[in-house]
């Protein structure tokens, strides 16, 4: 078994802003998959608020799928999530839009 060395942390200190320590703490710490985090945990929060507004699944999984995808377009401008990750959200909402409509 061998010990994983430490990571460089000397790279953040070369940041200009908040931007840029995400795109570093994405690409070197958490090897990409910072953004992907970030946005499945804004889809559980905006689920859990939605079902406690309204208490409708299908309205509340529409409504934070929606959040998810058009935050997700802004972290991929920013480069923080790949084009699996966007298109896969967009996929969620096609579903969960399709998936209320057949039950309603």
């Keep these: 078994m061998s010990v994983p060395s430490p990571h460089n942390l000397s790279a953040m200190s070369n940041t200009t802003g908040i931007v840029g320590l995400t795109q570093v703490v994405n690409d070197q710490l958490m090897n990409g998959f910072f953004g992907l ?5 804004i889809f559980v929060i905006c689920m859990i ?3 406690a507004a309204t208490a409708h699944a299908g309205k ?3 409504a934070s799928s929606w959040i998810t995808f058009v935050l997700c377009l802004f972290l991929r401008i920013l480069g923080l999530v790949n084009d699996l990750t966007m298109y896969g959200t967009l996929a969620v909402v096609v579903f969960s839009i399709a998936f209320v409509r057949t039950r309603d």
């Design 37 to 41: 985090l970030t946005i499945s945990t």
């Design 49 to 51: 608020g939605f079902m």
């Design 60 to 62: 509340s999984f529409i």
